[in-house]
């Protein structure tokens, strides 16, 4: 081998070595972006199992509502059940019996 093409390997090698370079600094700043992205897609994870753990709690307290809803209607259905058979005993102020006595103390007046 001669010096001239000994010289033009040498150059070819340095270039080769200088885009291996190149090539392993890019692998190295992937690597390093790859790591802070698992990072970011392991705190993402949490929030989102911290997510559905609130959402959990917000359905239950949801549902409670519903029931108190539903409970509140049928207490009102009741209310004004209640209500009718308080009225229709006399228990609504005014005494059946007081009306009773009344009319029975009354004298009956014969027509003349």
Known sequence: MSNGERARF??????????????ADGHL???EKFDRLEGK?????????????DLG???NRVEKIDRV???????GKIEHR?????????LNGVSKART?????AKPVRKPR
């Open 69 to 75: 809803g539903r409970i509140e209607h049928r207490v």
């Open 100 to 104: 009773v006595k009344r009319a029975a």
């Open 57 to 59: 709690s917000v359905k």
């Open 29 to 31: 700043a992937l690597h």
């Open 41 to 53: 897609v392991d705190r993402l994870s949490d929030d989102v199992a911290l997510l559905r753990t």
């Open 10 to 23: 040498e150059v070819i090698l340095e270039s080769i070595e200088t885009k291996i370079g190149v090539l």
């Open 82 to 90: 209640v209500g009718k058979i308080e009225h229709h005993v006399g």
